[in-house]
């Protein structure tokens, strides 16, 4: 580890405690501006303006400007200009920028050729969207929510810039910085709502619940124990991180104390959104972990995240109790609904629309009815006919938006991911530990799209251009990616005699 160390870490860094503020400053400022419309696209606008400018100086420093918007500004959707959130707009205007400055430049074909085998796959998944996004055009779906369901599979565009966008290592570092203050700010900014709302503080359908249901995209569901469900977007990357982390800490060496930090904290957002499929997917992720990794430490380590989760969540509802329950009854619920899916609203109602979506792929088995499809079913419960976009089901909602060709082409491309990590991790001399995190964490995905939209997800999708941007990259950034994980909590020590690691 010595050789790699410098007299600075990563994380230690002004830059990390502007980063956290920002975090903060940009969730408050949404609250405020709720309802303001040309405050926001007056904002937008100008934002707007300085990424275009700082292109112009430095590609990298727009590319920074585009990723700090990703890691901290939540759904995404928390300033809109012309019905378009501020998301959205960046990266349509970072990749017109991108595809204009290397078209100008006639480096764009190059630019667009990564690997081909992956371009194969792109091509026909985005021929199979446009065939979707048509088809449900001419089934008379609503437009709005073919748009709404288009949307997140551009993002995947953001992998061409970002395979060539990595390699100042002042950009490196900074997106470690942005790692670390996303988990930081979402762990506080999800105990800070749950202490408001279990405290009586602030109480449901008040207006910041109407701003976190509605701008932040997020749940706050009451438990009926003192309990309080904190559910965002951004979450859909806690899985992967911790199985990350939990990867890392499964090296035989000793480690800096941050890691179980940062552990600590990404599983308390974890127990506080206590979804059954992030759950499930975790287990099999921890089960993928073993591979390249030692049984003791595969089982140390494992059995540290399963004590954790426990442990976590009893303190919590505990605490949210007021010393009068653990809280086991509820995790015995959730686990329960499993394998009796009737004793809870969430998991009866999704087996209420199971045959519906049966009979929607039915007419429709192979070219399945496109972008937008909306299921109606009846709720037993509440006697309700509900109509809704939302299946529940991942890979059954995948079969009906994009038929048997572009659902398989979205599966192919992440089992694609996972074969290329593989062959990585087969070819790497010693150092695994990364690329099988990232692994379990693509695994997780696929665990997770069985009752959730993961893989066609914002943040699925986002989590899936990072790691075929690490998986693609030749052996040659080995070395990089190593020294980078020993600098984000290590430095130097000059010692009276020599230099010691920390």
């Not at 969730?27 to 501006?33: D, G, K, N």
């Not at 371009?119 to 996004?133: D, E, G, K, T």
């Not at 009737?342 to 007419?363: A, C, D, F, G, V």
């Not at 997770?448 to 986002?462: C, D, E, R, S």
Request: a positive charge; hydrophobic letters at 55%.
């Amino acid at each position: 580890m010595q050789k790699f160390l410098t007299d600075k870490s990563i994380f230690y860094s002004k830059q990390t405690v502007a980063l956290l503020a920002l975090f903060f400053i940009i969730r408050v400022a949404s609250f405020l501006l709720v309802g303001h419309e040309f405050y926001q696209g007056v904002l937008v606008f100008s934002l707007l303006l300085v990424m275009a400018i700082l292109y112009f100086k430095n590609p990298e420093w727009a590319w920074c400007m585009l990723l700090t918007e990703i890691f901290l500004g939540g759904s995404g959707h928390y300033f809109e200009l012309a019905g378009l959130s501020i998301r959205t707009l960046f990266i349509i205007t970072f990749l017109f920028l991108w595809l204009a400055h290397h078209f100008g430049q006639k480096l764009l074909p190059q630019r667009l050729k990564i690997q081909t085998n992956l371009n194969y796959i792109l091509i026909v998944l985005f021929a199979s969207l446009i065939f979707a996004a048509v088809n449900g055009f001419l089934n008379k779906n609503d437009i709005g929510n073919i748009i709404q369901d288009l949307m997140p599979f551009g993002f995947l565009l953001l992998l061409f810039p970002s395979f060539y966008s990595f390699s100042n290592e002042k950009t490196q570092h900074y997106l470690v910085r942005l790692i670390a203050v996303f988990i930081i700010g979402t762990a506080l900014f999800a105990f800070l709502t749950f202490v408001l709302f279990s405290s009586q503080t602030l109480l449901i359908h008040q207006d910041f619940y109407k701003w976190f249901r509605d701008v932040n995209v997020g749940k706050i569901t009451d438990m009926k124990t003192g309990f309080f469900r904190i559910v965002e977007p951004s979450h859909l990357f806690i899985v992967p991180i911790i199985l990350l982390i939990t990867s890392l800490r499964m090296r035989a060496e000793k480690h800096n104390r941050m890691w179980w930090v940062m552990l600590i904290l990404a599983i308390f957002i974890l127990d506080l959104n206590l979804s059954r499929g992030y759950f499930l997917a975790l287990a099999i992720g921890l089960l993928v972990l073993k591979y390249k990794h030692t049984w003791k430490k595969w089982f140390f380590e494992s059995l540290s995240v399963v004590l954790l989760i426990i442990g976590i969540f009893t303190a919590t509802h505990l605490f949210a109790s007021g010393g009068v329950s653990p809280g086991w009854e509820l995790l015995g619920l959730r686990v329960r609904s499993f394998a009796s899916p009737e004793i809870e609203i969430s998991t009866n109602t999704r087996m209420m629309i199971l045959p519906q979506i049966w009979e929607k792929i039915k007419t429709a088995p192979f070219l399945g009815g496109g972008l937008g499809s909306e299921v109606t079913f009846l709720n037993t419960a509440t006697y309700e006919t509900i109509t809704t976009q939302h299946f529940d089901w991942g890979y059954l909602e995948m079969w009906t938006e994009l038929g048997i060709i572009g659902g398989l082409a979205l599966l192919g491309l992440y089992l694609f991911t996972a074969v290329l990590l593989i062959k990585k991790i087969k070819t790497a001399p010693d150092w695994h530990d990364f690329d099988v995190g990232l692994l379990a964490g693509i695994i997780a995905l696929l665990v997770m799209n069985v009752t959730l939209p993961a893989l066609f997800h914002v943040f699925g999708i986002l989590f899936l251009v990072f790691v075929l941007t690490v998986a693609v990259k030749q052996m040659n950034i080995f070395e990089g990616i190593i020294a980078i994980l020993y600098r984000i909590f290590n430095k130097l020590k000059i010692g009276k005699n020599r230099p010691l690691s920390s």
